[in-house]
């Protein structure tokens, strides 16, 4: 099971909306895919229909070693896509992993995973806006870790934090982890975009993947639908730019 964290500090820069779609791109071409919400907002949870506060979720992974993680997997309307779902309580999760001092906090997302790696071709972990002990799990659970990018004013603001930040995970904790690149969401042709564009080419450099998911309603009117764009209009914009990324990355 290749395991890939989508991550950015920032919030609304599409990490949600690429997680579930790169997970119904791939569940469609015939790969097991587990999309594991690591997100206390639970919107990929929501995003699958599998949200309930009163089932177990991800927090009870993180919090009791006893539980088996195939007890909170649940399956969803899609064939090949399961989903380790998030609900509000993972708010309170990291705090009660920070005051557990009787077991490693970084590598429990790690262990309970270990236990389906046989299951699953891919697992795509959509991770918080935030590098708190829940991220660092995800990371530490990953092989690979992709950055979506939203550009606006403030699009350079804190990259440069995060890709360290990325690095020192990785020499810390997780040797395996690989900073496989950033991707532009929400792209629009106008003049603003291209220059933020060439400044994030020459940060990023080869790390920066040529495609680009352009800006497409049909996204919005799929989160209402709460499902994939690449289901909800397989002919839209976004659908055809995720393909293209999926060509891509993997
Ligand atoms: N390509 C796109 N075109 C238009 N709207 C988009 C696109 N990608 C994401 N959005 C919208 O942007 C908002 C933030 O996306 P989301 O995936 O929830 O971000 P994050 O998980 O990073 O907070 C959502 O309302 C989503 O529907
Ligand atoms: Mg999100």
Do not use: G, M, W
């Given at each position: 099971m290749k395991k890939i964290s989508i991550l950015n500090i920032k919030g609304g820069v599409a990490k949600t909306t690429s997680a579930i779609n790169l997970a119904a791109i791939l569940a469609d071409e015939g790969n097991k895919v587990l999309v594991v919400d690591v997100?206390?907002?639970?919107?990929s949870t929501m995003s699958f229909k599998a949200?309930?506060?009163?089932?177990?979720?991800?927090?009870d992974v993180l919090l009791n070693k006893d539980i088996d993680i195939e007890d909170v997997i649940k399956e969803t309307e899609y064939e090949n896509i399961d989903i380790l779902p998030s609900n509000i309580s993972l708010a309170f999760a990291e705090k009660k992993i920070l005051l557990d001092v009787t077991r490693n906090q970084q590598n429990r997302l790690k262990r309970a995973l270990e236990q389906v790696n046989d299951k699953y071709?891919?697992?795509?972990?959509?991770?918080?806006p935030s590098l708190n002990m829940i991220t660092i799990n995800a990371l530490v659970a990953s092989?690979?870790?992709?950055?979506?990018?939203?550009?606006?004013?403030?699009?350079l603001d804190g990259l440069e934090y995060l890709l360290e930040s990325i690095e020192e995970i990785?020499?810390?904790?997780?040797s395996d982890l690989q900073f496989k690149g950033c991707f532009v969401t929400m792209d629009t042709a106008?003049?603003?975009?291209?220059?933020?564009?060439k400044a994030l080419k020459s940060i990023l450099k080869d790390k920066l993947f040529d495609t680009?998911?352009?800006?497409?309603?049909?996204?919005?009117?799929?989160?209402?639908?709460q499902m994939p764009v690449v289901y909800y209009k397989k002919s839209s914009n976004a659908s055809k730019d995720y393909k293209s990324l999926v060509k891509e990355v993997f």
């Open positions: 997100d206390a907002q639970s919107n949200y309930d506060i009163d089932d177990l979720s991800v927090s071709d891919y697992c795509i972990i959509d991770c918080p092989n690979e870790v992709i950055v979506p990018i939203k550009i606006d004013k403030f699009a990785k020499e810390e904790f997780n106008t003049v603003v975009n291209k220059e933020i564009k680009t998911i352009r800006q497409n309603v049909s996204v919005t009117e799929a989160s209402f639908e």
